[in-house]
């Protein structure tokens, strides 16, 4: 009875067997058993899949985002220093949600799940976001509302690459806060203009600019520093030149006549010619101002360098190469003093933020290799730690460990295990071994995972232990050595991401060479540009002033030319008289070589009195035109081997007349008829009653007074004799260049 009461009052799990002995556990207790037995022989960690996240760093991350809801990590300090936090929270705001943000260097598992597991152990609903260096790494909505993934693809589509991670992430809660409609509206339009739809793409530009393309644009402002201003230094004086040999003639140059080599009766001819009232002087040298042209040039060339260089440091006006602001010395020093702090309390240091790749076991025989090494020669500090292009060290191990050396004030041998990308490094620091063999005898399997199919962990627990070992056979020495590597200082970040000077620095001075050849090669082409252009403006005019072949009618001219037009072309016809009549056969006729060589003395001495060689700065348009009509009418009598009695009554500028024609004009109210020589086409032109009233046909010349015209029959000088005949006209010359 007591028995059965006994058995009654006991409970039926767990229970107790006779004489006290405990029953067999129930199930619970069974699987708790097995479960704490599993956890110790095979311990989570990411040796077990690739897409499996560490504990210990998702619990690390989750406290971090329990006492502030945005983590910024002292690992990245030239990218993204810690000190950036405040800048974060801020944008982390405006999203209307609870966001929780961390910004950490590139994960080796995938990000996603990394945020999955801090999510299970914060608890707590929310917006996670993930940031690393490129910008927005991973974003996640647990019990929220808000467009994650259209505001991932705006980021990633609309921003370049270069952008920076708080702008990217500024962006990012920008289209957050729009809601959910216009975020997948942006996102659409995003990815059409970015994404390449349709077969074609198009990136944003670049926000900034590299040292490669700082030294582009040094080398282009130093060709165009030099280059231009040496282009307007030549170019000037040859286009100046160009320019009064054609400018209109003044009182200080003249146009050059080429008569070539006239027989000894043109000079006779010239001075029996009533030329006694003309003084027989040296031509007077034409006045120039060379100095002042050239002060003008030098100071263009002054002003064009002048443009350049502000031009230039308008438009070249970046400053840094990233978006990267400067860190401060706590920013450098931050992620040091922490491993150190770390180090002095445990010489096994494995960074919380990153993946945690040592299982226990690896850890326990780890530690336990370290103490013997310590007991028989001195102590190793091993560090699991990211070395990343960004960090304090610039991704210089050598460095890192010498600043730990430093900060701990401890000697001993220092290693570094890179827990992202699997590499390890190991410097000595006054211990009694030779340490040019860490440096120079480490086999590669142990600094690098060679391994053809890498694992998560990189083996990294076995190589430590391979390392180890290689510090037990390493030989001793009598004297402490010290590593002769990572002494070096590092990179400065400010210096780093500052980009270099325009002037005076890499490129220019090559740049500076290489203008002088582009300014001397750019001047020799538009040099020939130039004179194929005055070529064939030169042929243009040629053909509108003298034909190509000196027949009767033949001959072309407008009826009111213009001062520079006649000069042209009394400069050009009397030359070309001089040169043909000195190519005549000899079998000339006495009377028409005495005309032609007439035509030829009066028209030079109309328009050179001087006998410089040069048209007359002084002469009038009269003069002018009665010059061209002598020296046409000579080409002519030299082509017909006759000598023609009129010239072209309507315009003497036409040459001698075929014929005569009857015209019809009204003179003082009365309508009157008489026959006048002209050419053939004034002959056609005039019976031709489209072209008009034959005034229109009739020459006139420039008058005193700006726009006058002045019919030549009323012009002063011997040009109104033209007339009455060709002799009448070269007398009406002789006895006008006698009075003259």
Known sequence: MRERNADAQA??????????????????????????????????????????????????????????????????????????????????????????????????????????????????????????????????????????????????????????????????????????????RHADSAQKRYGGEGGSSHEPDNMYIGPTDRDNQSFLTGILLTGVPLLILLLSPYVRRRLRRRAPPTKASKPPIDLGKLPKQAGTASAKSGNSGKSTKEATPRARHPLAARLIEAGCALLAAVAVVFVTLHTFDQKTSSAAPPPTAADMSARVDRVAAGLRHDPLYSDPESPQLLTAAQQSELRHRMAEFKSSTGPVYVTLVPQLSNDESGDQPGIFSAALHKKVGKDGVYIVADPLRGDIGAEDYGLRIESSRLTFDLPDAIRHDNADSEPADFRLGARLDQLMTFLDKMPRTSEPSYSEFGTERAPDPVEDNTLHPLFFRSDFWPGVFVGLLAGALAFGIMVALISMLGGLIALRRRRATAPASATPGAFTAPADPAESYLRRTARSDITALGREFEAAPESLPDAVRTRIWDCLDAATLLVDRDSDRRVDNEAAPAELAAAIALARSGRATLVTGAAADFCC????????????????????????????????????????????????????????????????QEAAGPLPAAQHGIARLLDAVREYAGVQ
Do not use: W
């Not at 077990?48 to 998702?58: F, H, T, Y």
């Not at 020589?677 to 420039?702: F, I, K, N, Y």
């Open 649 to 712: 009554d309507l315009n003497p500028l036409h040459g001698p007349a075929t014929q005569k024609h009857d015209v019809r004009y009204v003179e003082r109210g009365r309508r009157r008829r008489r026959r006048i020589p002209v050419c053939e086409p004034c002959r056609h032109a005039a019976a031709d009653r489209r072209h008009g009233p034959l005034s229109a046909l009739r020459l006139t010349l420039p008058g005193a007074d700006h726009g006058e015209r002045v019919a030549y």
């Open 11 to 184: 409970p039926t799990t767990p229970c107790t067997a006779r004489g006290g002995i405990p029953r067999v556990p129930g199930l619970r207790t069974v699987f708790a058993l097995l479960t704490l037995a599993f956890a110790l022989l095979v311990p989570a960690g990411p040796a077990a899949a690739q897409g499996s996240v560490p504990a210990s760093q998702a619990a690390h991350l989750a406290d971090l985002l329990r006492s502030n809801p945005v983590y910024v990590s002292d690992q990245m300090p030239r990218e993204v220093p810690y000190s950036m936090a405040p800048a974060f929270a801020k944008y982390a705001k405006r999203t209307g949600v609870p966001t929780y943000v961390l910004v950490l260097p590139a994960q080796l598992s995938s990000e996603g799940s990394l945020l999955a597991a801090v999510h299970d152990r914060l608890g707590r609903d929310g917006l996670y976001v993930l940031v690393d260096d490129m910008g927005v790494a991973a974003a996640d909505a647990y019990g929220v509302r808000a467009p994650a993934d259209d505001a991932s693809t705006v980021t990633l589509y609309e921003l370049p690459y270069d952008a920076g991670p708080l702008l990217k992430f500024q962006r990012f809660t920008e289209v957050i806060a729009e809601g959910s409609a216009k975020a997948a």
